[in-house]
């Protein structure tokens, strides 16, 4: 069965100078998730936030008591070097890391930003890593990139390199307590990262129908362009975390946008029993 509905509104469309208020109205307007991109300049072309303004907004919010909780930072890492920024925000409060396959398969194993190596990273060893410091591991895939290349990561038997969202318990300050059940994650972007306010790429969900029929438990995220007029193509291919910016934030009514999101996304779930 599906796993069920995750809304979670993107703050790059929120209004940065109240961007704590906007956070936690947008939680008390029952989203599950905030999500957090994280773009760097070099992976993509834009630049949005970083470590320190995660501590920030984490003030606003409370933490999550379980794994995939209320109040989650989805952080999606739009960064050349995701390795190098795994410490620094895990401690800004940082929930689920969310990297690109992409800039895992090219960047360095440094673990400081202010260091360099000439080992590289890859996937398996990035998912590691993160669960190794205690946040839920992602991976997301481009327009470009296709489906396949996650097949061999998502079926690893060594757990800990699986992009999964693992059931636990989160006190206020302490890292999530890993527990052996596996609920695995994967972000497909139906535009091309870097920038907010997009139109939907339909064609992209080909590959969460893929992913869906080869792995009906799965948590399948999508990003970009999903509102009103979308949700219902990206809900029928079978994704269940459904990130949207300026359809929330540009609302009148966020509240309502995101109860008929949750609907499109439970309707399909509900009829796939």
């Not at 009906?216 to 459904?242: F, R």
């Amino acid at each position: 069965m599906t796993p069920r509905a995750i809304i979670a509104p993107s703050i790059l469309s929120a209004d940065f100078a109240a961007l704590g208020a906007a956070c936690s109205d947008t939680i008390s307007q029952k989203a599950d998730w905030l999500h957090v991109d994280v773009m760097d300049g070099h992976f993509v072309p834009n630049m949005t936030f970083g470590a320190p303004v995660i501590t920030k907004i984490r003030t606003h919010v409370q933490r999550p008591n379980a794994a995939y909780g209320t109040g989650t930072f989805d952080c999606h890492m739009m960064i050349a070097e995701p390795k190098k920024w795994v410490k620094d925000f895990q401690k800004a409060g940082c929930d689920l890391y969310c990297f690109h396959y992409e800039a895992a398969i090219t960047s360095t194993a440094a673990e400081n930003p202010a260091d360099s190596s000439d080992r590289k990273t890859n996937p398996k060893d990035l998912i590691r890593y993160i669960h190794d410091h205690g946040m839920l591991a992602g991976i997301a895939i481009k327009p470009d990139t296709a489906v396949d290349v996650l097949w061999d990561i998502l079926e690893n038997p060594e757990k800990r390199e699986t992009p999964d969202v693992r059931e636990g318990l989160r006190s206020s300050d302490m890292p999530i307590v890993i527990q052996c059940h596996v609920i695995q994650m994967v972000l497909v972007m139906t535009v091309y990262p870097g920038f907010g306010g997009q139109k939907f790429m339909a064609s992209e969900l080909p590959k969460v129908k893929a992913l869906r029929d080869k792995y009906p438990d799965l948590n399948i995220e999508v990003d970009g362009g999903l509102a009103e007029g979308t949700i219902d193509q990206a809900a029928e291919a079978g994704a269940n975390v459904i990130v949207a910016g300026s359809a929330v934030f540009g609302s009148k009514d966020p509240a309502a946008v995101i109860e008929r999101l949750r609907e499109a996304v439970e309707k399909r779930r509900q009829s796939s029993l």
